[in-house]
């Protein structure tokens, strides 16, 4: 069998909403241009990005009522799907934390090759609880894909894994510049992208430190882009805060590109992440970013005063942050200008030849 010859099946939770979603979609396009037969599956009927292959959608199929015997009719739909279509090697970018679920899926319904992509720095997003139980899951499997150096390090040191690496996620170049405007001149606002999770996008954050800042009196006004759990909680935040005259929100796109490129600039406070893909996105878009130093993945990202700000996470070093990016008019303009070129070698090219070497490797 030659390289180009292995089928391959990718593995995500749905195709749309999340960065990991987003990656998995864009993984599968890039692996069927570039020769590879190609299948996905998606957990969940949520399919938003466009993606390449024969999908195998497990949430639009429809089984038993009874939840137990639901669940487990479809992991045998999904051991059938990967014996007919021969699957030489499975990326599994989910998340995995049911340690019942993963013993399964691992020892009867995979069986054969299988990389799982690790996407977060919160290891109870990505890991049964029991780290005995994750030790004996993941040790001895082809590869742990790591987003980002810091979780490499963390996985590392918690379970002593000898099989994990760090492949960042790529960034659609192409499809992100057909879909802007082309050289639109900075808008007077600035702008957070992603999901309304206080549990992990520590959105108060942000709204206080906006609060606190110069911005409201320079007319600059936040937009918060997005969908999530949280949007009363954050609604009710901006009357308590009197923000309402400079605070708006804006609908979840799948492509948010065209107000990413407007934006003066993007901001980011998570509590923890794992390769942020607004932060790459938006210095694609030529949009300079001012992120908090959480784990992990903004330090990887932002060179501080370069294509943007880094700060600790306090709401003081924030605030400040954001007055040096409105008033330091030389900071902006060097970040503004840096933007693009410095998230280069990120490119779906770059990423994809990565890829390749490590499924010729295994």
Request: hydrophobic residues 40%; charged residues 20%; positive net charge.
């Amino acid at each position: 069998m030659t390289l180009r010859n292995k089928n391959i099946c990718i593995i995500a939770s749905s195709l749309g909403g999340g960065g990991a979603e987003k990656m998995a979609a864009l993984q599968s396009k890039l692996l069927q241009d570039n020769g590879y037969s190609v299948f996905v599956v998606s957990v969940l009927d949520k399919v938003e990005y466009p993606y390449s292959g024969k999908l195998l959608n497990l949430g639009a199929l429809q089984a038993q009522k009874n939840y137990f015997f639901r669940r487990l009719t479809l992991l045998f739909v999904l051991k059938r799907f990967l014996k007919a279509h021969k699957i030489d090697v499975i990326i599994d970018h989910r998340t995995r934390v049911n340690g019942m679920r993963e013993f399964l899926l691992k020892n009867i319904i995979y069986r054969t090759k299988t990389i799982f992509v690790v996407h977060s720095h919160n290891r109870a997003q990505s890991f049964p609880k029991s780290a005995m139980l994750s030790k004996y899951l993941y040790r001895d499997v082809e590869k742990l894909v790591c987003v980002s150096k810091a979780i490499q390090k963390d996985i590392v040191e918690k379970y002593g894994f000898s099989n994990a690496m760090t492949i960042y996620n790529p960034i659609d170049v192409d499809w992100i510049e057909s879909n802007l405007k082309g050289q639109t001149p900075a808008q007077e606002n600035l702008l957070f992208f992603g999901r309304f999770d206080e549990a992990s996008k520590n959105l108060s954050f942000l709204l206080h430190s906006y609060k606190g800042s110069i911005l409201p009196s320079r007319g600059v006004k936040l937009f918060l882009l997005g969908e999530g759990p949280d949007l009363p909680l954050l609604k009710t935040l901006v009357l308590r805060l009197e923000l309402q005259e400079h605070v708006a929100f804006l609908p979840y796109s799948p492509n948010p590109y065209p107000i990413v490129e407007e934006a003066k600039f993007v901001v980011l406070t998570s509590n923890f992440e794992g390769f942020p893909m607004s932060l790459i996105e938006a210095l694609a878009c030529g949009t300079p970013v001012v992120s908090v130093n959480c784990q992990s993945g903004p330090s990887e990202i932002v060179q501080n005063g370069y294509n943007g700000l880094l700060t600790p996470a306090t709401i003081l070093d924030f605030t400040e942050a954001l007055n040096s990016m409105e008033s330091d008019k030389s900071l902006y303009a060097t970040c503004k200008s840096n933007a693009k070129q410095s998230v280069q070698h990120l490119t779906t090219e770059a990423i994809f030849k990565e890829w390749q070497a490590l499924l010729q490797a295994i």
